[in-house]
Every structure is written in structure tokens, then in C-alpha cells.
């Protein structure tokens, strides 16, 4: 059976509810938001894991619990003592936009490899067949964790492990836009698929278009390339070859917080049950389009139940 092991961080997310200054609680995360979407589209076909850390708290163990829910393997989940989860507040401003305030910088899971470390023999991660991870993942290790991390992925990789980069570029988390550069490239080198979107590379490298996007990335003998680019065209390249996939803009947008992780969650799950990168393209967009309906990354199960067949 397929085991994808998801390797990032969550937080605990409160976003403003109403008028009164009433804050929902909740809990998400760019790579833990995409396992959830691929369990609730491969059902019992795979077996996902989250491989991060959180508290010995209550927050924690709800957090423990919602991944019971969605049935999210917790064995690659660490628990430490002395750090808890990192939090982060949506507000609304008075036009009604979002703004985001995080409290992450002693956040648990960048204790992340320090634990792997101590703990190898019980991690033998043999079972894993694909394993994830993003930008925002290798964004909060030291820059020592982050050098015995490439050496956990060439490992998992040499091992046959299919391995999975979204850059999800946040300037906040990195000391300088070179010492992401420098991550990404490697990350790049790596991967067997990389799920890109377009304001990354605009932000960082200053690329343009997709197709800019794709040059640079071609050379690095990636298989498969996908280039999101929010309500137009996915560009493809795989096997030497790019396709554009038109999207259709969904008209009632609610939230678009997750669009990116949902898209992911979607095309690799369809990736898995054997579709076509196009047709994996197709679904993983109406995996989104579902998203972007509701409010919050992780939208209602039954929601989510009701719109996409595995
Ligand atoms: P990210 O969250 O990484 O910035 P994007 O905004 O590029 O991701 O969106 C990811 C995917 O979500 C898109 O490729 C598309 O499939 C879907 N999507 C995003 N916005 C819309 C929209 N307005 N209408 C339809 N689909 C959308």
C-alpha cells in the first residue's frame, strides 16, 4: 500500500469569528492541510503519515485527536516537553482583508531533527513510499537541522523513495531571500515532483511567467513539474514535454487560504490511483475549486465528501 509521510509543521489557527472580537480555534498547516486532502481522496488505498512535533499540552492532544479523525498516522509525531505548537491569528481589517500575526519562533516542531536524531533505530521510515514537504517545512530548521535533513531526504531517495517539493515561499522565515534560494535549489535537485506556484518565483526569483518558471526548473531533471498559478492555467512539464491546463475560475470564492495545499492533496492523490498527470491536473483543480468554497484550510468532511469522488 502507498504510505505518504508528510513532513512540516501545524499550527494551532485562530481566526476572528465576528463583529465581538470572538476568535474560532482551529488547526492547519500548508503540508498537513495536503495529507489530510490525500486521505480524504485515497480513503483506505494509502496510509498517510505527519512527521513533526507538537507539545504535551491539551491543544496538542486535540490536535492528536483531529488527526485520529481524519485518519492521519501519528506514529512519525514527536511530543516534547519543554516547546508546545506555534499559533497563528487571521484578522480581518476594516476592507474586510486578512492579515496574518504568527507566534512560531520556539515553535515544537522545529525541534524536529534533533529528535529524528536521537531516535533513528524507531524510525526506520522503510514503509514510506512518497514523502512531502515544503518550503515553509525546511524554513523553520537551523542551519544545521536543515544540512542533516538533505541527508534524511537523499537517504529516503536513495532508498526509492519518491520524493515531493512545494516551495510556498515566506519571506518572514528566512534570514535572506538567497538562503532560500539556496534551500530551494537543493529541494529542487531532490524532488521527483515539484508543485510550484507562479508568486513564488515572482517573489524570489523574479521570474514572470510559467514558462520562466519552467526553464529554470527543466534543467533539473524533475519528472513531473506543475505550475499553479491561482484561476489560470496550470502549465505542465514532464517527460520532456509542457502542457497548459485550463482552470475554470470557481465564481463564488469564499477562501483561498488553502487553494495551493488542496491542489496538491488532489493531484497527488489522483497521481496515486494511477491517473494521467493531466487528468491528476483536472482533479487536483476541482479538489481546490471544492476548497475555495468554504471557509478555513481544512474545510467540513461532509462538505468535502459530498463534492469529490476518490
Ligand atoms: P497557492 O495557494 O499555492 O498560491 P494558487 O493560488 O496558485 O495556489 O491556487 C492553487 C490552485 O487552486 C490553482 O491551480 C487552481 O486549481 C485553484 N484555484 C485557485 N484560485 C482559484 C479560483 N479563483 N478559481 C478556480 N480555481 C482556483
New binding site residues.
Given amino acids: 500500500m502507498p504510505h505518504l509521510l508528510m513532513i512540516g509543521e501545524c499550527m494551532i489557527e485562530l481566526s476572528q469569528n465576528n463583529e465581538l472580537g470572538e476568535y474560532k480555534q482551529s488547526f492547519a498547516g500548508d503540508v498537513f492541510n495536503t495529507g489530510v486532502y490525500i486521505k480524504r481522496c485515497l480513503k483506505d488505498s494509502a496510509q498517510v503519515s505527519f512527521l513533526s512535533v507538537i507539545g504535551e499540552d491539551k491543544l496538542s492532544t486535540q490536535f492528536l485527536n483531529l488527526m485520529a479523525n481524519e485518519q492521519i498516522n501519528s506514529r512519525y509525531l514527536y511530543r516534547c516537553k519543554s516547546n508546545k505548537m506555534g499559533l497563528y491569528i487571521i484578522n480581518i481589517d476594516q476592507y474586510g482583508e486578512r492579515t496574518f500575526d504568527y507566534w512560531r519562533e520556539n515553535s515544537a516542531a522545529r525541534q524536529l531533527m534533533q529528535l529524528i536524531k536521537q531516535d533513528s533505530d524507531k524510525m526506520a521510515f522503510s514503509s514510506v513510499t512518497t514523502l512531502f514537504f515544503s518550503g515553509i517545512s525546511i524554513a523553520i530548521l537551523s542551519p544545521d537541522d536543515l544540512q542533516d535533513f538533505w541527508k534524511f531526504i537523499k537517504c529516503r531517495r536513495s532508498q526509492g523513495c519518491q520524493i515531493v517539493f512545494?516551495p510556498?515561499y515566506r519571506p518572514a522565515l528566512w534570514p535572506s531571500p538567497e538562503h532560500a534560494k539556496d534551500a530551494f535549489e537543493i529541494a529542487y535537485s531532490l524532488s521527483n515532483v515539484v508543485l510550484p506556484?507562479?508568486?513564488?518565483h515572482k517573489n524570489l526569483y523574479n521570474h514572470q511567467t510559467a514558462a520562466e518558471i519552467a526553464s529554470h526548473l527543466e534543467a533539473k531533471g524533475i519528472g513531473e513539474i506543475i505550475i499553479?498559478?491561482?484561476?489560470l492555467e496550470?502549465l505542465v512539464s514532464a517527460r520532456g514535454r509542457r502542457t497548459k491546463i485550463d482552470?475554470?475560475?470557481?465564481t463564488e470564492?469564499v477562501d483561498?487560504t488553502?487553494?495551493?495545499?488542496?491542489?496538491n492533496g488532489g493531484y497527488l492523490s489522483a497521481r496515486q490511483n494511477g491517473k494521467s498527470v493531466k487528468d491528476a491536473v483536472i482533479y487536483?483543480?476541482n479538489v481546490?475549486?471544492c476548497v475555495?468554497q468554504h471557509k478555513g484550510a481544512i474545510v467540513p468532511k461532509a462538505c468535502f465528501d459530498t463534492a469529490i469522488t476518490p
Avoid at 506556484?197 to 513564488?200: E, M, Q, S, T
Avoid at 499553479?228 to 484561476?231: A, L, Y
Avoid at 488553502?258 to 491542489?263: I, L, M, P, T, V
Fill in positions: 512545494d510556498n506556484g507562479v508568486d513564488d499553479k498559478n491561482g484561476d496550470v482552470i475554470i475560475p470557481v470564492v483561498t488553502s487553494a495551493g495545499d488542496a491542489f487536483a483543480a481546490a475549486g475555495i
